[in-house]
């Protein structure tokens, strides 16, 4: 079985070692830093399965320790933040992280959430799904749109993944969140639309338009040709 790897970046030391310890004891082999700029280099330099981000640190912001990581990987970023504000959500979302918690946080539902996201981060179809202009490769996690490669962060691969592999057929915005956040998310469902937005951006950036169908009032689609109707 393959070694599985975390990195902790958290100023809080006993927090900080509170983590260490029940993720060693989950079989994990974990790497601890305090501050943002030693975080930053051991993320970019190391393999990790998943990253747990506090927002708040010394030397460089989480939230910049974030945006330099999804610059260089595709780790997935779990971000610990300290108030329960929708802009800190939104904020750390929109530099790359993958999910966030709220300090204090139940040990347990911090491990459950690193679970889903390695059971989405696993390769489930190995093959290359190709629609319209763009060609997905599900183990390598890469999707190529025009000749170009689209940088996405987990949830957003995971996201055009379900639609890709599933073109023709309108997903709802219910069934993409079973399928990309998890049966147990229990957010907004607007999170959807937000994701969707976000891939949207990143598509239009490459000169890809209109690749991902809004069906109102039910859900998205992507048609076999590329193309929404």
């Known amino acids: 079985m393959a070694e599985k790897r975390v990195l902790i970046i958290e100023d809080e030391p006993q927090l900080a070692r509170f983590l260490e310890l029940e993720f060693t004891h989950e079989g994990y082999q974990v790497k601890v830093s305090h501050d943002g700029r030693t975080g930053l280099d051991l993320a970019i330099s190391q393999e990790f399965q998943v990253i747990i981000l506090d927002i708040m640190l010394p030397d460089l912001s989480g939230l910049e320790v974030c945006r330099r990581i999804r610059a260089e990987r595709n780790t997935p970023i779990i971000m610990l933040t300290a108030r329960d504000a929708v802009p800190d959500r939104v904020i750390g979302l929109e530099a790359g992280a993958d999910d966030y918690m709220t300090k204090p946080f139940a040990i347990e539902e911090l491990l459950a959430r690193v679970r889903a996201i390695q059971r989405r981060v696993a390769p489930e179809q190995d093959q290359m799904v190709e629609v319209g202009c763009c060609r997905l490769f599900p183990e390598q996690r890469r999707v190529i749109c025009a000749d170009k490669e689209l940088k996405l962060t987990t949830r957003e691969f995971d996201l055009l993944a379900c639609l890709m592999q599933n073109r023709n057929r309108v ?59």
């Open 171 to 229: 997903m709802t915005r219910e069934m993409i969140l079973d399928r990309v956040w998890g049966y147990d998310y229990e957010g907004d469902t607007n999170i959807v639309d937000v994701y969707v937005r976000y891939v949207r951006s990143k598509l239009e950036e490459i000169g890809v338009k209109d690749y991902i169908e809004t069906v109102r009032g039910v859900g998205y689609v992507i048609r076999e040709d590329g193309h929404a109707h």
